[in-house]
């Protein structure tokens, strides 16, 4: 089994920036890809961004030179730098770690872009 804690949401104004973080526990060497997803009211969750334990990240083409992911290997950390922020970014943010047939999601943190 593996635990995701996520941190760091709330309410940012059109154009500022949050830094989300997930901490994970447990079963870690079981997990290849972290990420983030996201699920705003009335839409499915949406992929956000991933990397893998070896770097390599994949981004959705709505935040593409906006968010950044970024993991500490050393901490079992995961993080979200997301700037430019628009009201569109509104939702749940979601950490998921995955692995072979196996997949894990945190409990979410909400975050805001509102003036």
């Known amino acids: 089994q593996v635990q995701l804690v996520e941190s760091g949401g709330g309410l940012v104004q059109p154009g500022g920036s949050l830094r989300l973080s997930c901490a994970a526990s447990g079963s870690i060497l079981t997990i290849a890809t972290m990420g983030w997803y996201r699920q705003a009211p009335g839409k499915q969750r949406e992929l956000v961004a991933t990397i893998t334990w070896g770097g390599l990240t994949h981004y959705a083409d709505s935040v593409k030179g906006r968010f950044t992911i970024s993991r500490d290997n050393a901490k079992n950390m995961v993080y979200l730098q997301m700037n430019s922020l628009k009201p569109e970014d509104t939702a749940v943010y979601y950490c998921?770690?995955?692995?072979?047939?196996?997949?894990?999601w945190g409990q979410g943190t909400q975050v805001t872009v509102s003036s």
């Open positions: 998921n770690a995955r692995g072979t047939n196996i997949s894990y």
